[in-house]
């Protein structure tokens, strides 16, 4: 089957860096994304991965250790702003498909 | 600046009715989806299409149809729509190559009363 693992919701404290994990099991791997998405919003693209290794954009951060089937998204100088639902989803083979993790929550304190 | 829109942000209907939700998206993408997502369970495909008059099943596809009669436009739509179906809605598109990074649009929140 297919399985993606994401922690349901995480808080952390204006200024700081959280990071958020990734598990997945899937029968093959072609790419991981990270979205944002902010409350009754649509998700919006942060980051692909596709090689092992961190992929810096900024204050966000992406990892990939595909022989570990894992992934972290690393955010950097916490804003009010970060306070969304992080999505992790995997592209299994070489079609359009994504698989969807449930998404963590992620709430900033002042 | 690439777009993705659906005909209605909300909307309401009765147990029984047909209900169209249309998305448009004006980057030239072949592939278009459809999703639904409820609390804790994440983003779950219905249909997707690959191109033209093309459709596939997603993962629960029971209870809903799709059309794709032009590259930029996908519709769904709930033939008899039951409360179950209250959720929200989101439809997606992206090119075929590179690395599929899926655009989405606003979303619908769909209630059934």
């Known amino acids: 089957g297919q399985n993606i693992d994401q922690p349901t919701e995480m808080t952390a404290t204006e200024g700081a860096i959280v990071q958020i994990n990734c598990t997945y099991q899937t029968s093959g791997f072609n790419g991981l994304f990270w979205y944002q998405q902010h409350a009754g919003e649509a998700p919006t693209f942060l980051s692909y991965?596709?090689l092992d290794g961190l992929e810096e954009k900024g204050r966000f951060s992406s990892f990939l250790s595909r022989s570990k089937g894992y992934s972290y998204l690393l955010l950097k100088e916490l804003q009010m702003k970060d306070s969304a639902s992080y999505l992790c989803a995997v592209r299994v083979g070489s079609n359009y498909q994504l698989i969807w993790g449930a998404g963590t929550k992620l709430i900033i304190k002042p | 600046d690439v777009k993705v829109t659906q005909s209605s942000r909300y909307l309401v209907k009765r147990t029984g009715e047909k209900v169209f939700l249309e998305c448009v998206q004006d980057?030239?993408?072949?592939?278009m989806f459809w999703y639904r997502q409820d609390p804790g369970l994440g983003l779950r495909l219905i249909y997707f299409s690959y191109d033209v008059k093309m459709k596939e099943k997603g993962d629960i596809p029971e209870g809903y149809s799709v059309s794709r009669e032009k590259k930029e436009r996908f519709s769904l739509i709930l033939e008899s729509a039951s409360t179950n179906q209250t959720s929200m809605y989101l439809c997606?598109?992206?090119?075929?190559?590179?690395?599929?990074?899926?655009?989405f649009g606003p979303g619908t929140r769909l209630t059934v009363t």
């Open positions: 997606a598109s992206s090119l075929s190559g590179g690395s599929y990074e899926q655009y």
């Open positions: 980057m030239d993408h072949e592939n």
């Open positions: 991965n596709v």
